[in-house]
C-alpha cells in the first residue's frame, strides 16, 4: 500500500497542524478510510478493527474524528450501520490511483499478497496472464543489494548466453532494473570495462566484496533519459485509431514514455515497437514510433 509523504498531503489540501496532529498509526487508519469510501462507498467500525487489530473504541473514534473534521466526506447511513460516501467527497489523505488499486488485483492473482493483507474488501472478478517464475536465490539478491549499498565490487558466477559454461568475473551492480519480465542488476563490469545488465537469474553463485573501480554516475545511459513518442497505426480506421488513443491515455494521436536510454531495448521489445510496423497487420501492431530516427541505436 502506497504510504504518503507530508508533502503529498500538503498537495492533497491537509494543513501542516493537522499533520502534526497525528501519529504514524493514525495516518494510516485515515488513509484506509479514505481507501474504503472511495472505491467501496462505505465502511464501518468493524473494518477498522479487523485491518488494524483496534478496539472497538478506538474504531469509533477514528470514525467519528474523521466526520467530524470533513463533514462532506462521511455520512451515516442508519439502515446500513456505516458510514458511506458524501456527495462531495474530497479525499485529504491519499490520491486515489487506478494504477495502484489494479496493481493489487495484480499482486494478490499472483500469490504476491493475500486477500486479508489488501485493503480491497469487495472483489470483482479478475484474472491475469501468467507470468513465468524466475529463479533468483534470496542470497543473490541480498549480496546484490549489499554490493549497492556499501557499495562495493562482487565476485559472481554468471551464465550469458554466449559461453556454454558459467563463466567467473567482477562486477559493480549500482541499481536493479526491471524489464516487464526479468530483473536485472545494472552494474559495471570489470572483466568488459563497460556497464550493463545482469540478469540476477543467471548468477549461478556470488563470493567476495571486493573495491569499486567505477563511478555509478559515469554510467552515462542508465542516466540518460529518452522520450518514446508513440501514436496509433496510421492504416487504422479513425475510431480504431481512437479507441487505441484511448487505451494509451494519448492527446491528438500522441503520448511521450520517458525511459531510461539503458533499458529502451527492452521498452522497445515490450510495446512491439522493436520490429517494421509494415511486417504485421495494423489491427495487431495497434502504435508505431513517431520520429523513430531521433532514437539512439540500441542493442541486447
Known amino acids: 500500500m502506497v504510504l504518503y509523504s507530508q508533502q503529498v498531503k500538503e498537495r492533497l489540501g491537509v494543513p501542516r497542524r493537522q499533520i502534526k496532529q497525528l501519529n504514524w498509526g493514525a495516518e494510516r487508519r485515515n488513509e484506509f478510510i ?73 499482486a494478490l492473482d499472483q500469490g504476491l499478497v493475500s486477500r486479508e493483507q489488501s485493503w480491497i474488501c469487495l472483489f470483482p472478478g479478475y484474472g491475469t496472464t501468467p507470468t513465468p517464475a524466475r529463479g533468483i536465490a534470496s542470497e543473490t539478491l541480498r549480496e546484490v543489494l549489499t554490493a549497492i549499498h556499501e557499495p562495493s565490487a ?30 536485472h542488476a545494472r552494474a559495471f563490469c570489470q572483466n568488459d570495462q563497460v556497464f550493463k545488465d545482469f540478469l540476477l537469474s543467471r548468477i549461478v553463485e556470488t563470493g567476495k566484496h571486493g573495491p569499486v573501480t567505477a563511478d555509478p ?66 489491427q495487431d501492431q495497434q502504435i508505431v514510433l513517431i520520429s523513430q530516427n531521433s532514437l539512439p541505436k540500441v542493442y541486447a
Do not use: C
Open 34 to 106: 479514505e481507501f474504503r469510501v472511495f472505491w467501496h462507498g462505505r465502511i464501518n467500525r468493524s473494518d477498522l478493527m479487523e485491518t488494524f487489530g483496534i478496539s472497538l473504541q478506538q474504531a469509533s473514534l477514528d470514525l467519528t474524528g474523521y466526520a467530524e473534521r470533513w463533514k462532506r466526506n462521511l455520512v451515516y447511513d442508519k439502515s446500513q450501520r456505516a458510514y458511506v460516501r458524501g456527495r462531495s467527497f474530497k479525499p485529504h489523505f491519499i490520491k486515489p490511483s487506478a494504477e495502484d488499486y489494479l496493481a493489487q488485483l495484480r
Open 154 to 183: 562482487l565476485e559472481v558466477t554468471y551464465q550469458s548466453m554466449s559461453r556454454p559454461e558459467p563463466s567467473a568475473r567482477w562486477i559493480e551492480p549500482h541499481s536493479l532494473a526491471f524489464d516487464g519480465f526479468r530483473w
Open 217 to 282: 554516475q559515469s554510467d552515462v545511459d542508465w542516466h540518460t533519459e529518452v522520450i518514446l513518442e508513440i501514436g496509433p497505426h496510421p492504416d487504422l480506421s479513425p475510431t480504431q485509431r481512437r479507441a487505441i488513443e484511448m487505451d494509451y491515455g494519448m492527446e491528438n494521436e500522441r503520448a511521450q514514455i520517458p525511459v531510461r536510454k539503458a533499458l529502451l531495448f527492452y521498452a522497445l521489445k515490450r510495446l512491439g515497437l522493436d520490429t517494421d510496423p509494415a511486417a504485421r497487420r495494423p
